[in-house]
């Protein structure tokens, strides 16, 4: 809705707004007052003497229906309008400049906070973009956040702390907050050389600070959200101190090529070899609780879109998580990136990130959801190529395709087509 439509009051009767079962309660308490009057009145009314004015002031030179609906609109008029005014009084002093009408607020909230049970696998930006999108439609989102980051402020954090990394953690609040704007910026603010915190982000540093002072970083990480005013919440696959470790392909005199151990997420994609395969050190990490409950009570799982090797297997090989997975009843689908990544996924077409996602986990995600349009980057990012579609379609998953990247960045995801089709796909079993 948009222009006078916002500020109708009808906007209130909307389906889903809670608030005619308590206008209903409220007529019904009007009506009974003007019934206990009533009868007051009427035993006045024949027991006293009134003085001829009143007969004027009563209207009684109109017919006793005319009178009825003469005062029952007069009484309803006002009643609107004490509750509109009453309700722009209330309200005001919690509203920015020129944000959306109230009623279509309350109506947007009502229908987030019936929205689907989601949870979203990843990392960095490739998961912030699809939870940017997300919220606008649901409230009941979990962001599962790989901890193997081991690079930039989170790697120093991490080492000097031994909390788990908060970077893609924080990417994940500002995406969710409801304050994007300002805080978001503030959070994403990264210190210069020149001013004593060379490298950190302000945000990890935050994180770091909450989690110190209430004793754990899984609190720390919650009294951000408060923070933040997130929708929904932002939880780790595991608080274990974990290492993603992957073998690569290289070159050899001997055989043609050899296989090289890469240790830390950082080197993978800086090794610029063919990744055969990843794994955490240790393999057996228990997930953290609230991770799989979440997983086991979704409507829809979500993995991706990002880093195939460091951003979305770090999550499902995490052995309970996978299992999870698994075992829940939830509409599950994988989102394949928009372009290739240097590094990780050179040369990689939609069945390849399938394969190399199932050679790991398995079938987990039955659905794969890919981008058909085109559009090669340019300027700095021409060296990222699109992901293509297969020759031939699949037979070992249901491919589903759509218009999904971004306009003026088209090496990445929309965050609201993405989100869009998705819960499109949710909302069709038949897809």
């Not at 993995?303 to 999550?315: E, H, R």
């Not at 698994?326 to 989102?335: E, G, N």
């Amino acid at each position: 809705m948009n222009g006078d439509g916002q500020n109708s009051p009808l906007i209130w009767l909307r389906p889903g707004m809670h608030v005619k079962r308590w206008l209903l309660v409220l007529i019904l308490g009007i009506v009974l007052i003007s019934l206990g009057l009533a009868y007051l009145l009427r035993q006045l009314y024949s027991d006293l003497t009134f003085p001829t004015v009143t007969y004027y002031l009563t209207l009684q030179f109109f017919s006793r229906p005319v009178r009825a609906v003469l005062l029952g609109s007069l009484g309803t008029g006002l009643i609107v309008l004490a509750l509109l005014k009453i309700n722009q009084s209330l309200l005001r002093p919690f509203l920015a400049p020129n944000q959306e009408n109230v009623g279509e607020r309350v109506f947007r909230h009502h229908q987030r906070r019936r929205g689907p049970r989601i949870v979203a696998l990843g990392g960095g930006t490739g998961l912030s973009t699809l939870l940017r999108g997300l919220k606008v439609h649901s409230d009941n989102i979990t962001a599962i956040v790989s901890v193997a980051d081991d690079g930039g402020s989170s790697g120093k954090l991490r080492q000097a702390t031994g909390m788990p990394p908060p970077g893609d953690i924080r990417q994940c609040l500002v995406a969710l907050s409801d304050a994007e704007n300002l805080t978001g910026h503030l959070f994403q603010y990264r210190f210069a050389d020149e001013m004593g915190l060379s490298g950190h982000n302000f945000g990890n540093l935050f994180i770091a600070a909450m989690a110190e002072i209430t004793g754990s970083f899984e609190q720390g990480v919650v009294e951000s959200s408060r923070v933040l005013a997130v929708r929904g919440r932002v939880i780790p696959s595991t608080l274990k101190d974990v290492t993603l470790a992957a073998e690569v392909r290289v070159e050899s005199e001997t055989n043609g090529y050899g296989w090289q151990r890469v240790v830390g997420e950082s080197a993978i994609p800086a090794a610029s070899s063919r990744v055969e395969r990843v794994y955490l050190e240790p393999d057996s990490v228990p997930a953290y609780p609230e991770a799989i409950k979440a997983i086991l009570q979704a409507d829809l799982i979500v993995a991706g879109p990002g880093s195939l090797f460091t951003s979305v297997l770090p999550n499902v090989l995490v052995p309970s998580i996978a299992a999870a997975i698994l075992a829940s009843k939830a509409r599950k689908i994988y989102v394949c990136n928009v372009a290739t990544q240097p590094g990780e996924t050179e040369g990689f077409d939609v069945d390849d990130h399938v394969q190399a996602l199932r050679r790991h986990v398995g079938n987990l995600f039955p659905a794969v959801l890919a981008n058909d349009r085109i559009i090669a980057s340019s300027g700095e990012q021409a060296h990222l190529k699109p992901v293509a579609l297969p020759a031939q379609a699949p037979s070992e998953y249901t491919l589903l395709t759509a218009d999904l990247i971004d306009e003026e960045r088209p090496w990445r995801h929309d965050s609201a087509k993405l989100a869009r089709v998705i819960l499109d796909i949710y909302a069709e079993p038949a897809l």
